[in-house]
């Protein structure tokens, strides 16, 4: 793992917070496929997973009865997980449809 200047840290970092992207906890709490941490964000129950092909995915645990999972952005930077809740920058797809290729994204910092 690289590890960044102060400035471009805090630039990148900053440029996160700004842009609806949060800080979730580190790349290590998750360390296993099949290990999963859930947390809540503004009221919203989030599982971060690390799957069966070791990458790392966020979904939003809706809460009416027999609601699927509800894919959210995640992004690894620097080791740490960050997730995206705004809608704005979720695609409308069918999660059925969709390979997860397509649901992980990177911060607009990258």
């Not at 496929?33 to 645990?61: H, K, N, W």
């Not at 809460?63 to 894919?71: L, N």
């Amino acid at each position: 793992m690289n590890v960044p200047d102060d400035s471009r840290f805090r630039r990148e970092m900053a440029s996160a917070y700004r842009s609806g992207w949060h800080f979730i906890d580190l790349v290590t709490a998750i360390p296993h496929r099949g290990d999963s941490l859930m947390v809540t964000l503004f009221g919203e129950p989030i599982v971060i997973a690390r799957e069966q092909d070791e990458d790392v995915r966020a979904y939003r645990c809706l809460r009416r009865p027999r609601g699927a999972p509800q894919p959210v952005r995640c992004a690894i930077r620097y080791g740490m997980i960050f997730v995206n809740l705004d809608q704005r920058d979720h695609q409308l797809v069918e999660p059925q449809l969709v390979a997860p290729e397509a649901i992980t994204a990177t911060p607009r910092s990258a």
